[in-house]
């Protein structure tokens, strides 16, 4: 059985110390204490009392050192609750009958209650008999008005037998006695029957700590003047513990500026410690002393955790025991589900352990790291591991929660990076050379990252206990990544298979948990595939990763639908692409931080504009995306704005200017190397502007030098500059067979069509022209795709001259349908495609001048949903800013 929790009493000497048998009573034991010199008055707390006494019970419950007994007292010497008062200070020789009774009855014979001689105080021993209890109600219940019983230190008495009898009294009394107890824990009376009556008022522990106010005064009697973050600062380390207050204050009279000793004073102070240990620690039994100073260095903790830490299975009695003892231990929030020490108990107790056992707290920080880990909190069993200077642990802890994916992730300016960084370099671990790896990706530092994953595989390889599925897989997870870092993209890949191989073999709830470990191999993958030119396969992959709802990998996620984006936009698929685009930009506004507005995808929704012919919106996304914002540079980024700004400027005439652009498309140093797909990409359009400059046969020889110059994109472009070099015959054998054809890319099948049209417009015939014409219209219509036709434009007037079918089908293409007659001061807005139901409701909106909050109010839709649609909006109506979009709404009929 555990001993029971006590805490002391002031101590008497044993000249002055009640005893049985005829002692005399101690008279200071009557007197209500004298006030401090530094007294501050607390006139919420005394008024709290002044109500109390109208009821038969009130409660003044603290630690010791809370300011329990002074309150009392100055209550009581004020004069106010109107009725006599009886003083007693107990102690725990007063805890038998006859001593404590003799002490009860002459108590209300200085009140003024006039209690018969003939009651004889019980004998020693046991509860009093009943007939002393009734007649000394009785008595009570005769009096003119109540009597006021105050019994400061009922904790110190540790038999129940006094509450018991005592509350028969105050039953029986008529309401003419009220009590008032003051002790460091609930006295064993029946509290709940008083509190469930409205007949209980309660002082505890929250109600006695200091205010600012208060604390201020404390310390303007002490002549110390703190700044106002100074006393929060003060406030917060004491809690408002009173005694703590006061020996800070006087620790802080004779200090030169106190404002910057505020900062380094502990509850290690001596006065402090001195206090703490006569009063709280001394005398505990020597198990709970011991549990009090091993817990010392947790935080907040539950009583399993306790357990785990200091090897005892009466951790939840012992903490409870403590809680309800007010001996600075506490629970922590709701409940009694977590405890914590007061902030200078804790101090204490640490500087206390490390005096007698300092050998002890590294196994018991691993212990707790231990008991963390195992519960799924990996950083504050990291803490714990870093702590106990145990690297090797805390590196373990790491690799077997399978978080090494959270390290690759959040980068150096993690919490765990953070509690990671004074990781030794040379530690013989495999766990702690793939962490050391991990960290230096974080960093950026590919050759030492290399270096330390080397090191890891010759210790996993040379452990003769082997190693374990976690770290096999946090090894390649790591070695997927620096991969990709290093542009090796048959490394990403192979290393990218094994990694799901060995997620394939994960346990499932781990990879709830860690969802980011299948989104960063798939991530690498996807990427890898695209730059390889498997843009399908990427493509594939990419879905994958965008559709993942694991919370912690966004940044991973808005990078698969940036490059998704790219690749759907290179496929002629605008609508998706811009769906893609603004999925991963919404992403990112909702995250907010450095992933905010990503590059990639604004070049997705540049590149749409610019196939849309819409010069003005693919400028402002391009404007937006700098590729010097990406770090490692990427080839892709580079290629894509150099491909999409060359476009835009052969859109407005600026041909040598498109062709200059190209060239900043190449292999950025350092950087990773463009997808094929992009590059080959930047090789036909260079081509196709030369057919436009009228140099086909430099068109032909760049065409050329391309890996697969018999397929259908160079096939087309190949023809288009034997057409513009006068072959019209070969043009068109070569282009023939694609247009229109099954499997045909749908940009290609457009590009044939125009080809074809522009082949037989030189030539004369004008039916076949028009009859091709017609198919490439009916081509670009279902993505409003308008670059490629407005680009042979001028080759192709004339064949519309005569015919209004046509017309009305360019028209259309052209936006022109959606106009309205009277919409001639924006003749030349191009309307791209119709605004969805939703977007019609926010353009209302618009128009009607609401903020964005208030739209999404009225449409019960989030803010980031709204300003998505007002993008889109811009996009559709060619505006930059709202009342623009307005201004072009209602001159097209739209609102």
């Known amino acids: 059985m555990t001993a029971e929790l006590v805490v002391p009493a002031p101590i008497s000497s044993p000249a002055a110390a009640p005893a049985a048998g005829g002692d005399p009573l101690l008279q200071s034991k009557f007197a209500v204490p004298e006030p401090p010199s530094f007294l501050v008055a607390r006139p919420r707390l005394t008024e709290r009392l002044a109500r109390g006494v109208r009821e038969p019970v009130t409660l003044v419950v603290g630690p010791a050192g809370a300011g329990k007994t002074q309150l009392v007292a100055t209550w009581a010497a004020e004069g106010t609750p109107g009725y006599p008062i009886g003083w007693i200070t107990l102690e725990e020789e007063d805890g038998p009958s006859d001593a404590f009774w003799a002490y009860i009855l002459e108590a209300l014979r200085r009140a003024g209650v006039p209690v018969a001689a003939s009651l004889s105080v019980p004998r020693a021993g046991g509860a009093a008999d009943r007939s002393f209890l009734v007649r000394l109600a009785s008595a009570l219940a005769e009096q003119p008005e109540p009597v006021v019983l105050v019994l400061d230190g009922v904790s110190n008495l540790t038999s129940p037998h006094w509450a018991t009898d005592l509350e028969f009294v105050l039953r029986h009394a008529g309401r003419m006695l009220r009590l008032v107890l003051v002790g460091r824990w609930d006295p064993p009376l029946p509290l709940h029957r008083y509190r469930l009556a409205g007949r209980l008022e309660e002082v505890r522990s929250e109600d006695l700590a200091f205010t600012s106010d208060e604390a201020a005064e404390l310390l303007i009697l002490h002549q110390v003047p703190l700044s106002r973050d100074g006393m929060s600062q003060l406030l917060q380390h004491t809690e408002g513990w009173a005694a703590g207050l006061r020996l800070f204050a006087m620790a802080l009279e004779d200090a030169g500026d106190a404002e910057s000793l505020i900062a380094t004073i502990t509850g290690n102070e001596a006065t402090i410690a001195e206090y703490f240990v006569d009063e709280v620690l001394r005398i505990q039994p020597a198990h709970v002393r011991t549990f009090l100073l091993e817990t010392s260095i947790l935080d907040t903790f539950t009583p399993e955790l306790a357990e785990a830490v200091t090897g005892r299975a009466d951790a939840r009695w012992l903490l409870s025991a403590l809680c309800r003892q007010n001996a600075f231990v506490q629970p922590a929030g709701d409940g009694l589900t977590a405890y914590r020490c007061h902030r200078l108990f804790a101090e204490l107790l640490q500087a206390q352990l490390s005096r007698e056992a300092h050998e002890r707290i590294p196994e018991l920080h691993r212990r707790a790291a231990s008991w963390f880990a195992g519960a799924g909190q990996i950083t504050e069993a990291i803490s714990h591991a870093s702590a106990a200077g145990d690297w090797a642990l805390a590196a373990t802890i790491v690799v077997e929660d399978y978080a090494i994916g959270r390290l690759l992730l959040d980068g150096r300016e993690s919490r765990l990076s953070e509690q990671l960084s004074a990781l030794p370099d040379d530690l013989e671990s495999p766990e702690g050379a793939v962490v050391a790896a991990a960290l230096a990706l974080s960093k950026r530092d590919v050759e030492t990252s290399a270096g330390h994953l080397e090191r890891a595989e010759e210790l996993m390889m040379s452990s003769p206990a082997g190693y374990s599925p976690a770290l096999a897989l946090a090894h390649l997870v790591t070695d997927v990544v620096l991969a990709r870092l290093r542009d090796d993209l048959d490394g990403v890949l192979h290393a990218a298979a094994a990694a799901e191989e060995m997620l394939a073999e994960t346990p499932p709830q781990r990879l709830e948990r860690h969802g980011e470990l299948r989104a960063l191999v798939l991530g690498a993958r996807g990427d890898a595939q695209s730059r390889v030119g498997a843009i399908d396969a990427a493509a594939v992959t990419l879905t ?148 436009t400059m009228s140099r086909p046969d430099q068109a032909l020889e760049t065409v050329g030098r391309l890996s697969e110059p018999e397929a259908d994109d160079a096939t087309v472009v190949r023809a288009a500059a034997l057409a513009a070099a006068g072959d019209a015959q070969q043009a068109w054998e070569l282009v023939e067979p694609l247009a229109g054809a099954a499997g045909v890319a749908g940009p290609v099948s457009l590009e044939a069509w125009l080809v074809l049209a522009t082949v037989a417009a030189r030539r004369g015939e004008v039916d076949d022209a028009r009859g091709a014409l017609r198919q490439a219209l009916r081509a670009a219509a279902p993505e409003s795709q308008r670059r490629a036709v407005q680009q042979v434009w001028a080759d192709l007037r004339r064949v519309l001259r005569d015919d209004d079918e046509l017309a009305a089908q360019y028209k259309q293409l052209q936006g022109g349908a959606h106009a309205s007659p009277a919409a001639s001061a924006d003749a030349g807005v191009v309307v791209f495609e119709a605004l969805s139901k939703r977007e019609m409701e926010v353009l209302q909106g ?14 019960y839709v989030s803010v980031n949903t709204v300003k998505t649609h007002v993008r889109s909006i811009l996009r559709k109506l060619s505006a930059s800013r709202r009342n623009e979009a307005v201004r072009r709404a209602r001159s097209l009929g739209l609102i």
């Open 544 to 691: 994958e990763v965008a559709n993942t709802v694991a919370g912690s990998c966004e940044g991973v996620r808005i990078g698969a639908l940036s490059h998704l984006a790219l690749i759907e936009a290179h496929r002629g698929r605008l609508r998706h692409a811009e769906k893609l685009a603004d999925q991963a930009t919404e992403l990112a506004d909702r995250i907010g931080g450095t992933a905010s507005r990503p590059v990639g995808a604004e070049l997705a929704l540049a590149w749409v504009a610019m196939e849309r012919y819409d010069i003005d919106t693919a400028g402002r996304h391009l404007r937006a995306a700098d590729p010097r914002r990406i770090r490692p540079a990427d080839g892709m980024i580079h290629a894509a704005f150099a491909l999409i700004r060359s476009r835009r400027l052969q859109a407005r005439g600026e041909l040598r200017g498109a062709l200059t652009a190209l060239g900043d498309a190449g292999h950025v140093p350092g950087g990773l190397a463009a997808p094929c797909w992009l590059t080959r990409q930047v090789t036909l359009t260079q081509a196709r502007l030369l057919v």
């Open 846 to 859: 618009m128009a009607a001048m609401l903020p964005t909050e208030e739209i999404a109010a009225t449409l």
